[in-house]
């Protein structure tokens, strides 16, 4: 996920994070439904449901009502569990690389009653899939290399006529990314900037086949 300067970023980085894990409930509204979900530190944005995850579940169309949708990144689950809500039909494949993030995630599934979400590290997802859907608050502070893998990795699983939505923070590299998804996809990709709120972009990639 995007963050701010001066933040933690050991989430990136270590799959067990050093600390007690601790939980605590923070109140949240996902899918304009209120919810009480568990946070930890050792994650990205503990507190809240960050300021880009929201930039980007305010600008995003709907989901695809079936099929698989993906967020990459989840964390403690905020974008997972809106996919999950707005999308019941679907499978939902949340992923991280952080055990701590796995388990908030799956609590919280369990704690909104959604049956549709998978939770899993990158490399149990198999790899066969396609998605329908993708949405990100990507890890930009991994570095391009690793943030660059990540893209190839899953966007190119994209479905025909299929969206995928990340939100970048501008002082971060929003645009240098916006530049490089257009560079480096297959030409039938496209990517546009859909949305400026605050200090972040929302970029739109599709498939258009």
């Known amino acids: 996920m995007s963050e701010t300067a001066g933040e933690n970023v050991e989430h990136y980085f270590s799959a067990s994070p050093a600390g007690e894990f601790r939980t605590s409930e923070v109140a949240v509204t996902l899918a304009g439904q209120d919810f009480t979900v568990e946070t930890s530190g050792g994650i990205f944005s503990p507190d809240h ?3 880009g995850t929201e930039a ?43 055990e701590r993030a796995l388990e908030l995630t799956r609590r919280n599934v369990a704690r909104v009653g959604a049956s549709n979400v998978h939770v899993s590290t990158p490399e149990t997802v198999d790899p066969s899939l396609t998605f329908d859907t993708i949405w990100s608050n990507p890890p930009i502070r991994v570095g391009k290399d690793v943030l660059h893998g990540l893209m190839l990795h899953w966007l190119p699983r994209l479905n025909v006529d299929a969206d995928a939505y990340l939100v970048v923070q501008k002082n971060l590299g929003a645009d240098s990314l916006h530049r490089w998804l257009e560079a480096e996809l297959p030409s039938n990709f496209s990517t546009i900037r859909v949305d400026s709120a605050k200090s972040f972009r929302v970029l739109r990639v599709r498939n258009r086949g």
């Open 49 to 51: 449901v960050d300021a």
């Open 56 to 98: 980007l579940l305010r600008t995003v169309d709907s989901p695809a009502q079936s099929g698989n949708l993906l967020d990459i990144g989840c964390g403690w689950g905020p974008i997972a569990l809106s996919l999950a809500l707005e999308a019941p039909e679907a499978q939902v494949y949340a992923v991280d690389v952080n």
